[in-house]
């Protein structure tokens, strides 16, 4: 159902509805005359959109008279009548009242139409000057003003009509072919004249040098039928035995002017030919001549080809044959697959090519029917209502599947074809098989990336100056231009072949082979420099067996790299296509091309690696030579921690990125992610283990994002993602994924287990006023920061700024674990003094929540800096303990009030709640950068000299000492303190649970130490 179709249902309908509601207020006046009023404007505004829109004739008619009260523009165009006349006709008057289009059936179909029922139907009309012409009408009831009118809506099919009666044409005059080839020829050189509407046809046999016409179509008087062949068109087209038609235009202009007499004798300017093939070898030629410039179609062109394919045959069978044999010499040497079917769908014939494509034999296709070839007509019902499309619409085109025996499906482009003859009814279907072309379709999708990716790399290896960046990055691309999993490249050095690098699954190992000439690959490529595939490394002699089972390889390709001057420089080895897929050789002519942009980088890296060892024997300036070698390993395109693209990667690779977005008009976005607070896990767990969460890090980053994604390690730890094609949106629901995902992830090893936290910013073109590739990474950095400002762990993009302005709630109480980060951050910005004013201030309000807490703290922070001035440290480390002292309780902050003031001894589960403080303290101090020397002294402060404290275990000396003296301080003063569950020790008592600690709980030299302060002090009292 087309657009305009559904257009005048959608009035239909919705005039009905107006209708009904004015039937419910039949009683009302004024609201019965609101309603027409609304009517008749809906009414007008309605149709007049819908003229005004359409592409085809609409008339408005009606019933008792048929005449025409509207029509549209479309309509007076193709009718030839201006508007004013046409609302004076009827829609009889635009018919041709000739049976079968009589008024009489014209009547029925729109009493049928007012009964509520579409018409659907063909017709001759005709315009102003009496032509007739085809037509298809769209026949139904409107309601228009109130009342019940006949709606048309009108198609010109002349074209179509015209096309199809050619065929029928075609058709009748090989039905019509007699046992004579002579007459056979002059009946399909006239029917081409006729249906080209040629001025004049011909067909010319080439027979000794001469052309003699033995077909010929309206010839003008004078003209001579033999003639020596040299110089006429016709005969060049023979001669070049060309498929196809031939268009000559402008005769009078052209060389045959003057070679060919009848150009000028008729005053010919147009000529269209096609060579007749007899066997082997062109004969003839088929032509039609104009006296005006004529311009043919497709359709003209392919009916020009079927006749002159048809008189070939009848070349051929010039002693008297069977006419059938016409028939079906054409349909068996179609290049598609033909069926001919009757009403019930049984097939009745079927060429060699349907039997070749579908996998059966011609006497299994002649006992089935179409459901079992297409699956459109399954059941067999669905034939019938197939059937009648066909035979109302006579011809059509459409893409379908068919079955085959082996039960797959063959994508064709089916041609469908209803024809009459001796009375009965059958349809004629012609079958291309479209596979390829759908193969090719996705080959060029598969085309163009790899041609992308050949682009990038050369860009990149010509960029870079060292030869191993160099080889290495040839791999990367290599495996991913084929889709591989492993791959390796070796140097020619001394005439072998050596290799220390090879890459798998995305990780580098470090070899050792080398390889001389041989029969074993690659000294095979040495010897031949040639290209090798081997689809069965398993069983192929030029592989290694050795290697094959260490390197697990199923399949593999080789390809030198081959200076400009054509010498070896060396190869690389590409491993196991994904999916067991076999090597082709449109894999070897893609990494050709890859090869001849690495062999260009390493004669580049070659001559600038022995020009400077000449300039350092001359001038023996080694200082320079480390100083330009240090420079091109900045170029490295890799990070060598993460193994992600570097920062000089983003560099070349966003402009390419930004440059190829705007062009194609697709969007771009940037992702920049920064690992909140990573400098204290360096200062607590050391740069090792920081390097193994970076790892982890990159790794789990670049399995959440797509394939064709760019990770890329910005600096530290700061990562950017570019993401093609993706826009704002769903580059946000990108980056929150990843958040929420990192959050729950468990970073380390077996010693330390962290969680992360990222601050996130999304910048995405054509977003904003972005005009360079780098403005995007810089506007992602700017909101970066605002990120940072707000606390970090979340995610921002330019849109969400403004929806985020209040990042701390104004509820937040002032003890809140939230409010203290926010406060940190800010005062943090603000300058050092004032955020130490700050911290231990707040310390302080733990207090008001806890009483013992703040004498605790008072006592604790005394022992400790005691302790720590008895064990000599320095001022510097016993400024960092008196600091650690006063905030080593600050975590309880977060522990609600019911644990933490709880009267009764706590349960297991209320004391792994309580263990966490020193973890939740550590976490509010870690942004403040100056403070991070306390961290380790506040987090293991409860950790216990045999290993079995918390919260990591540390044992003995592992323990910082400023925790391990705040450790007996902190139990000390806890033991001499009233505790909501019991009574103070006595000090007496106190001091023998720590003494019998030490080993155990204590550090032994610490406890003897603090006990001789403590009697020191008794003394002195």
């Not at 996705?442 to 860009?459: F, H, K, P, V």
């Not at 196991?576 to 076999?582: E, R, S, T, V, Y």
């Not at 008895?870 to 400024?879: A, D, F, G, I, K």
């Not at 650690?884 to 522990?895: E, F, N, P, Q, Y």
């Amino acid at each position: 159902m087309d657009e305009k179709t559904r257009s005048v249902e959608e009035l239909e309908r919705q005039l009905e509805e107006l209708r009904k509601k004015i039937s419910e207020l039949e009683s009302g006046g004024p609201e019965r005359k609101m309603i027409d009023d609304v009517l008749n404007r809906f009414c007008e505004s309605t149709y007049s959109t819908i003229f005004n829109a359409a592409s085809d004739a609409i008339f408005i008619s009606e019933i008792e008279h048929a005449r025409i009260i509207d029509a549209n523009d479309k309509a007076c165009e193709m009718y030839c009548y201006p508007k004013e006349e046409i609302l004076k006709l009827t829609i009889y008057d635009l018919g041709i009242q000739q049976d079968p289009f009589t008024r009489q059936e014209a009547d029925r179909l729109m009493k049928r139409a007012l009964d509520g029922e579409p018409q659907l139907f063909e017709w001759v009309c005709k315009d102003k000057a009496g032509r007739p012409f085809w037509v298809e009408v769209n026949l139904r009831r409107a309601i228009v003003g109130g009342k019940y009118h006949i709606l048309s809506v009108v198609r010109d099919i002349s074209e179509r009509k015209k096309l199809e009666d050619s065929l029928t044409r075609i058709n009748e005059t090989f039905l019509a072919f007699g046992p004579n080839p002579a007459e056979n020829i002059n009946h399909l050189t006239g029917l081409c004249g006729e249906l080209l509407s040629a001025d004049c046809a011909l067909y010319n046999r080439l027979e000794d040098g001469t052309l003699s016409t033995c077909g010929q179509w309206k010839v003008p008087e004078g003209f001579n039928p033999k003639s020596d062949a040299e110089g006429h068109i016709c005969y060049d087209l023979i001669s070049r035995g060309e498929n196809g038609v031939t268009v000559i235009q402008n005769l009078p202009e052209t060389k045959y002017a003057k070679t060919d007499p009848n150009i000028s004798a008729f005053g010919l300017r147009t000529y269209l030919g096609c060579a007749v093939k007899f066997g082997e070898h062109y004969v003839g030629s088929l032509c039609v001549l104009y006296q005006y410039d004529f311009q043919p179609e497709e359709d003209d062109k392919k009916i020009m080809e079927i006749i002159a394919s048809a008189i070939g045959v009848e070349e051929e069978r010039r002693s008297a044959e069977d006419i059938s044999h016409l028939a079906r010499f054409s349909i068996d040497h179609a290049s598609d697959a033909i069926f001919w079917l009757d009403k019930e769908g049984h097939i009745l014939y079927v060429n060699d090519m349907t039997c070749k494509y579908l996998g059966y034999t011609q006497d299994e296709l002649l006992s089935m029917k179409a459901c079992d070839i297409d699956p459109r007509y399954s059941p067999e019902s669905a034939w019938r209502e197939r059937w009648e499309n066909v035979k109302n619409k006579k011809s059509y085109t459409i893409e379908t599947l068919h079955k085959k025996k082996d039960g797959t499906f063959l994508p064709v482009e089916l041609s469908v074809n209803y024809l009459e003859y001796e009375n009965n009814e059958y349809c004629f279907a012609a079958a291309r098989d479209i596979s390829k072309r759908k193969k090719q379709e996705e080959a060029l999708l598969r085309r163009d990336y790899q041609l992308e990716i050949l682009s990038r790399t050369s860009l990149h290896v010509n960029a870079v100056l060292e030869i191993p960046v160099i080889m290495r990055t040839l791999v990367t691309a290599a495996m991913e231009l084929v889709d591989a999993s492993g791959g390796t490249a070796g140097l020619l050095e001394d005439g072998k072949m050596k290799f220390t690098e090879y890459a798998r699954e995305g990780k580098l190992e470090q070899i050792n082979y080398t390889f001389d000439r041989g029969p074993v690959l690659p000294g095979w490529v040495i010897d031949t420099l040639k290209p090798y595939i081997s689809n069965d490394a398993e069983r192929d002699s030029h592989v290694s067996q050795e290697l094959q089972k260490t390197f697990g390889l199923y399949n593999l390709v080789n390809v030198p790299i081959l200076s400009r001057k054509g010498e070896l420089l060396g190869c690389f080895e590409i491993h196991n296509k994904n999916g067991h897929a076999p090597f082709d050789v449109e894999d070897v002519f893609m990494l050709q091309g890859l090869a001849a942009s690495a062999a260009i980088a390493l004669e580049n890296a070659k001559t600038l690696v022995e020009r400077n060892k000449a300039e350092a024997e001359r001038i023996k300036l080694n200082r320079e030579l480390v100083k330009s070698n240090a420079r091109m390993k900045k170029l490295a395109l890799k990070d060598t921690l993460t193994g992600l693209y570097n920062h000089q990667y983003l560099n070349e690779v966003i402009e390419a990125e930004f440059y190829r977005a705007r062009r194609y008009g697709h969007s771009l976005s940037v992702i920049m992610l920064d690992i909140d607070y990573f400098k204290s896990i360096n200062d607590v767990y050391g740069h090792d283990f920081g390097d193994i969460v970076l790892k982890q890090f990159a790794t789990y980053v670049k399995k959440m994002v797509r394939k064709y994604d760019t990770v890329i390690r910005f600096g530290g730890e700061e990562f950017v993602i570019i993401s093609p094609a993706v826009d704002m949106s769903k580059a946000q629901l990108m980056a929150q994924r990843i958040l929420d995902a990192v959050g729950l992830y468990n970073f380390g090893n077996r010693e330390h287990i962290v969680k992360l936290k990222l601050s996130v910013a999304v910048a995405a073109y054509p977003n904003g006023s972005i005009a360079r590739g780098m403005e995007l990474i810089n506007a992602a950095d700017k909101i970066l920061s605002k990120v940072k400002e707000a606390g970090g762990n979340r995610v921002f993009s330019a849109y969400s700024l403004s929806a985020k302005k209040n990042i701390v709630p104004p509820d937040l109480e002032p003890t809140d674990v939230r409010y203290l980060k926010e406060k940190i951050e800010k005062l943090n910005r603000s300058g050092k003094q004032s955020l130490v004013e700050f911290i231990f201030a707040f310390a302080k309000t733990i207090e008001l929540k806890d009483h013992y807490t703040g004498e605790h703290v008072e006592n604790t922070v005394r022992y400790s800096t005691d302790l720590a001035r008895r064990l000599h440290l320095s001022p510097e480390e016993v400024e960092n303990i008196r600091e650690a002292s006063v905030l080593h309780d600050l975590g309880k902050i977060g522990i609600s009030d019911k644990i933490l003031l709880k009267k009764a001894k706590l349960t297991k589960k209320e004391f792994d709640v309580i263990k966490h403080h020193p973890q939740i303290a550590a976490d509010i101090i870690r942004p403040i950068q100056f403070m991070h020397d306390i961290i380790p002294l506040i987090l293991y402060h409860h950790e216990r000299w045999d290993g079995k404290g918390y919260p990591a275990g540390l044992k003995g000396e592992e323990i910082p000492v400023g925790a391990r003296i705040i450790a007996v301080a902190d139990v000390y003063q806890a033991l001499t303190s009233n505790r909501p569950y019991r009574k103070a020790f006595p000090k007496k008592e106190a001091l023998k649970i720590i003494k019998k600690g030490a080993g155990t709980q204590f550090d032994p030299t610490i406890v003897n130490i603090f006990l001789h302060m403590i009697n020191k002090d008794k003394e002195k009292k």
